[in-house]
């Protein structure tokens, strides 16, 4: 167990609508990182918050959206849903400090999403 | 940018045998390298990384890696594979001297330990 928790696990819905994955970072972990894993684009890096923030943003598309909340915990928002957009969707936490990050990433189980 | 290589999108060895996995990395500065292993349905688990020292790194399950610097490598060997090793191995790479925290992950291989 990484200490990181996902929900939901499994998710499907039409396309067109909206959903939100919820993450809770592993305690003590100020930065939550958001994954996109598919078939044919592997491990694409989305977006980075550090204590809040957004820190950092990858592949994202605009139609997505995230946000780090007080108690740490982020939220990964997926609106006008595609069929393409099917896919699991993983949370990643580390603890960020000062300079260089030399920790390694800590996963969630993925929310898996499919489009119909 | 960064970037990483994993030539192989199988590996099959025989349970007992040695195993290798590669992975070639591009960054602009000095390398963060990590080895994750995915099971079925699962999140990615950490399985050892490279930060500075030593160029072999040993790490969860028997496994470890090597840094090889000139050949900007960071391959993942296990001397006896069991059947329970059989999974997707990512590679990872982080630019030590990059701003950003997120690692850039390969696109896997699949280790297939045949009895």
């Known amino acids: 167990d990484s200490g990181v928790t996902q929900t939901p696990k499994h998710l499907i819905t039409a396309t067109g609508q909206r959903v939100t994955l919820r993450c809770s970072p592993r305690s003590g972990d100020l930065s939550v990182y958001w994954y996109q894993q598919s078939l044919d684009q592997g491990l694409q890096f989305l977006i980075q918050?550090?204590?809040?923030?957004?820190?950092a943003k990858g592949n994202i598309l605009e139609r997505f959206s995230a946000q780090q909340f007080p108690d740490l915990h982020s939220e990964l928002n997926l609106s006008s849903l595609e069929l393409g957009d099917s896919a699991l969707y993983f949370c990643?936490?580390?603890?960020?400090?000062?300079?260089?990050?030399?920790?390694?990433?800590?996963f969630g189980e993925g929310s898996r999403l499919t489009v119909l | 940018a960064q970037s990483v290589a994993q030539p192989e999108d199988q590996v099959n060895v025989a349970e007992g045998n040695p195993l290798t996995v590669k992975c070639t990395y591009s960054?602009?500065?000095?390398?963060?390298l990590f080895w994750y292993v995915q099971y079925p349905n699962r999140g990615l688990q950490f399985l050892l990384k490279y930060i500075t020292g030593d160029n072999l790194v040993k790490g969860s399950y028997g496994f470890e890696a090597e840094f090889n610097k000139s050949q900007t490598s960071f391959h993942l060997k296990k001397p006896s594979a069991l059947v329970s090793d059989s999974a997707l191995y990512f590679c990872a790479v982080r630019d030590a001297g990059g701003g950003a925290d997120g690692l850039t992950f390969g696109k896997g291989t699949h280790l297939i330990i045949q009895p």
């Open positions: 918050y550090y204590n809040g923030e957004e820190r």
């Open positions: 990643a936490s580390s603890v960020t400090r000062q300079g260089a990050n030399t920790g390694e990433l800590f």
């Open positions: 960054v602009s500065g000095n390398p963060y």
